[in-house]
């Protein structure tokens, strides 16, 4: 079988560093496989992303969100990442900072490959090389003032041996300003010089192109003196008009309207020469510098990956005690158990540990840490709580000591105790459903792995437990449909992966052991796996309903019970273990305490003494008879169900045609009614436009005194070929129906009974009262719904022609005329009807100011007596709008004008004497 070395998590992603560990144990591709699974099963990756949220530079986040923590591999190295961890809860949190260090995977691929970094990716690599630095002095600080020392060690071994590259750092420095993002002078003789010679020419270039674009700017060949870059070359700005005023100049450019020229001057052309070819050589010596510092990186590549790996252990290790304060975690201590079982591997490891004779598993009140969160301040909330006064707390081994548990702590989750004694391999949990089981295993397990992974754990006291190499979990139903396996089949396919890679060092942790087939069959073949595994793993716990098992005890000293209290008075789990105890599932004492019928109950005691394991023979011969009686019974069940699914589709077959042809028929009468709508719609526009046509032709041959009976006679012409084609109502609906339904909104124009029928405005919905709040003028009231009317559409959106109608009378005689001109005419009944055509318009839109102007004058004076304007200035820069205005505003013929509305905007409404 092939061997790999690897840790639990697989490192999926290349731009993740490895930890710098050197594992000693190997872990077959098989195993790696099952503990990958039974990793998923505890949520690892969960307790991983918790983690996360107090780690603090990217590598770290990115580690933990992708569940690719460091796991001890040996005792000795759990035993170091727990240091680790209780040697960071010394720490302030304020006295460090990871705020400059930054993840360099990609910067150094770029290098490597001989391309160019740029600036900002030196400053990146130098400020990480400066905060690496600084955190190991602050570090190497705090342990020297401390009364302590030694109790910072673990932390400061891990940076003791890196090279933190204090001449790379340097040489960065000296050549770039990482302030301002530019590369300094000093860089290198070469470019200091290139750069003084460039701004020598520069100076006399500038010198030159100002004194130019003055003379034209005095000759007039442009508003104001200017200077630009055209083509990499320096150039002035001249109208095309005034070329002539540099001779022999080139032209490097144009406007868009060709209007003006961008010359160089001839006395220019050999400094612009100057400036590209010194700018060509400052840019070669830039990129000669930036290669050099690349280069360097690259030659540097595996001090700066072991330096960022040591990094990054730096930020687990800081990630975990904060972690641990968060959750008032405590460190646990490896039992003697295990170092039993791995004497042989680790016999050069100085490892100190707590001797126990009687309990090789004892943890005392342990949260399950998922459900922990929910009872728990929010993480970012409680990251501070790691301070100095956290030294107070240890007690000299590595651990720290835990405040108390009931600190800002609620009841849930509820805490379990772990007690099992030495010598015992097999642990049976027996009790009710939804007792607790499940969860209590899952916190085993969890327990366990967060050990061997450095982190502290949520109890009380010093927890201890052996170090595992494995931690095999088989919880939840494993039946899969691709694999044709039921529930059974996965169950027990998972458990022969276990034996196959279980080692005298692992935990194996099984749900519902042997459920999923006949029970006298599940009974014999669970016994037999606890048999194998009581010879093959350090510890194994399992959950069964099978009685038979917990009566393993008696005859083994390797087999422990275990059971889940279950309160008869509350009839509710209280979801503790109760070590050495057997439970039951208190099926019939529950059943009997919520007042079940007492035959029922005595009829349920007759079966449990029938399935004891002495009638399994009589019991198999009941229960085949009574299989073949159900399976009769659902055959003639399924025979009738098959009948009735017949009928059914027939009457479906024949509701499905009558719909399909509902369907055609809707289509059609539809196509029908819109072909007629059409038809009746362009018949009134025909006639309306005869009817506009005439009315045209009438105004220009008649006098003013028939206009006004031409517009009676057109309007009722358009109002009986309206009321010609309006559909007519078939069902009225009366003033208190409408009232009932209709519900104004927000911002809506009603009509309030009690106002007179005045208009009102809704500015607040209906509530609960059945009241709304309108406003008329600057009055505010609330008035009941059944007093608020709508306004009809025809009220809203007035025809023209009515709106027209009111006041068309002009004044008959000069009094009334004397009278207009003496108001300023501001009276519009003598202009008649406001429409516009194509002769009472003038379009300016397009126009320069003056051709604007002109047009406008001409229109103005072109126009009847008594007439209306309208001048469409469009929207624009306003230009034209403003030039419009002022005209309109002291022309002698213009009367008054309207101001843009949102009914017409970009247009103006003039009325001319």
């Not at 190295?77 to 209780?86: G, I, M, P, V």
């Not at 079982?341 to 680790?346: A, D, F, L, P």
């Not at 479906?652 to 009468?669: F, H, K, N, P, V």
Request: charged share 25%; net charge neutral; hydrophobic share 35%.
């Amino acid at each position: 079988m092939q061997l790999t070395c690897n840790l639990f998590i697989p490192i999926n992603k290349p731009s993740i560093h490895r930890l710098s560990f050197k594992p000693r144990f190997c872990y077959s591709t098989e195993s790696n496989s099952v503990q990958s699974d039974s990793l998923k099963t505890l949520e690892w990756n969960s307790i991983c992303k918790q983690l996360s949220a107090f780690t603090s530079t990217s590598m770290g986040s990115s580690a933990a969100n992708n569940a690719r923590l460091p796991v001890g591999l040996t005792p000795h190295h759990s035993q170091k990442l727990l240091d680790q961890t209780s040697a960071a809860r010394l720490v302030p949190q304020q006295q460090l900072d990871f705020s400059g260090i930054h993840d360099l995977t990609d910067i150094l691929s770029v290098s490597v490959s001989g391309k160019l970094l740029t600036v900002p990716e030196l400053c990146t690599v130098r400020r990480t090389l400066s905060s690496a630095r600084e955190l190991f002095d602050t570090l190497r600080h705090l342990a020297s003032v401390s009364n302590h020392s030694h109790r910072y060690s673990p932390l400061l071994e891990i940076l003791q041996n890196c090279n933190f590259l204090m001449g790379l750092e340097r040489r960065i420095e000296f050549c770039i300003d990482c302030n301002l993002l530019v590369i300094l002078d000093r860089a290198s003789e070469d470019l200091e010089i290139i750069r003084s010679e460039r701004k020598r020419n520069i100076e006399i270039l500038d010198s030159l192109l100002k004194e130019v674009s003055s003379q034209i700017f005095r000759a007039g060949g442009i508003d104001r003196p200017f200077i630009t870059k055209r083509r990499s070359r320096m150039c002035v700005g001249i109208r095309a008009s005034y070329r002539y005023l540099l001779p022999e100049g080139i032209v490097l450019n144009a406007s868009s309207s060709g209007a003006t020229y961008f010359m160089e001057p001839k006395e220019a052309i050999d400094l612009n020469n100057m400036e590209v070819r010194l700018s060509n050589s400052e840019a070669a010596e830039e990129r000669a510098i930036l290669s050099m510092l690349a280069s360097e990186i690259a030659n540097s590549k595996s001090e700066i990956n072991y330096l960022l790996d040591k990094i990054l252990e730096v930020d687990l290790a800081f990630a975990r005690a904060a972690y641990a304060q968060w959750m008032n975690g405590v460190c646990p201590i490896f039992s003697l158990g295990t170092l039993e079982v791995c004497e042989s591997v680790e016999k050069d490891n100085d490892i100190s540990v707590v001797q126990d004779d009687d309990l090789t598993v004892n943890i005392e009140g342990m949260r399950h840490p998922l459900l922990l969160e929910s009872s728990l301040e929010n993480i970012s909330d409680n990251v501070t709580l790691r301070s100095g006064n956290a030294a107070e707390l240890g007690n000299g081994n590595g651990t720290m000591a835990s405040k108390s548990a009931s600190q800002g702590i609620t009841d849930f989750p509820v805490p379990v105790d772990f007690k099992i004694r030495s010598g015992t391999r097999v642990v049976v949990i027996s009790g009710p459903n939804t007792g607790g089981k499940t969860a209590s295993m899952k916190t085993l397990g969890l327990a366990s792995l967060m050990s061997k992974a450095g982190m502290h754990l949520p109890a009380k006291k010093s927890p201890k437990l052996p170090w595992f190499d494995l931690i095999l979990v088989d919880i939840g139903d494993h039946q899969s449909l691709e694999q044709n396996l039921s529930t059974f089949s996965g169950h027990i396919s998972r458990i022969r992966k276990f034996l196959e890679v279980a080692s005298k060092q692992s935990l194996v942790l099984i749900d519902e052991i042997g459920s999923g087939t006949d029970p006298s069959e599940g009974v014999a073949l669970s016994a037999s796996i606890l048999q194998y595994l009581r010879e093959h793993v350090n510890l194994a716990v399992v959950t069964t309903h099978y009685a038979d098992l917990s009566t393993m005890k008696e005859k083994d000293t390797c087999f422990e019970n275990a059971a889940m209290e279950f309160s008869l008075e509350t009839l509710q789990p209280t979801y503790r273990v109760l070590w050495g105890c057997t439970g039951d599932s208190n099926a019939l004492s529950i059943a009997q305490s919520i007042g079940f019928d007492k035959n029922i109950i005595d009829h349920a005691q007759k079966w449990v003494e029938k399935l004891k394991p002495e009638q399994q023979q009589e019991r198999r011969g009941m229960l085949y008879q009574s299989l073949q009686e159900e399976k009769n019974r659902l055959k003639a069940q399924a025979e009738k169900a098959a009948s009735i699914h017949a009928e059914i589709m027939n009457v479906y077959s024949e509701i499905q045609g009558e719909a399909e042809d509902l369907d055609r028929r809707e289509t059609m009468l539809m196509a029908k009614e819109a072909q007629q709508v059409q038809q009746e719609l362009e018949d009134a526009k025909s006639q309306m436009e005869i009817v506009i046509q005439k009315f045209e032709k009438q105004l220009k041959d008649l006098g003013r005194n028939q206009l006004n009976s031409i517009i009676k006679e057109s309007e009722t012409a358009i109002a009986s070929i309206v009321k010609a084609h309006t559909p007519a109502v078939g069902f009225p609906i009366n003033d208190a129906d409408r009232t009932t339904s209709y519900t104004p909104q927000f911002g809506e124009q009603v009509r309030v009974k009690g106002l007179g029928g005045k208009l009102a405005t809704v500015v607040e919905l209906l509530g609960d009262d059945e009241t709304i709040l309108v406003q008329y003028g600057k009055v505010k009231v609330r008035v009941k719904k059944n007093r608020i009317r709508a306004i009809p559409p025809s009220a809203k959106n007035p025809v023209t022609s009515s709106a027209t109608h009111q006041g068309r009378q002009k004044p008959l005689n000069g009094k009334s005329r004397g009278n207009l001109e003496m108001n300023g005419g501001n009276d519009d009944s003598y202009y008649g009807p406001v429409v516009q055509t194509s002769k009472n318009t003038v379009d300016l839109r397009g126009m320069r100011l003056e051709e604007a102007a002109i047009h406008l004058e001409m229109a103005i004076n072109a126009s009847q007596p008594y007439s209306v304007l309208f001048v469409i200035h469009g929207m624009g820069t306003g230009a034209v709008k403003d030039r419009a205005l002022a005209i309109l505003q002291k022309h002698p013929r213009v009367t008054h004008f309207e101001p843009e509305s949102p009914m017409n905007y970009g247009c103006t409404i003039a009325r001319v004497k």
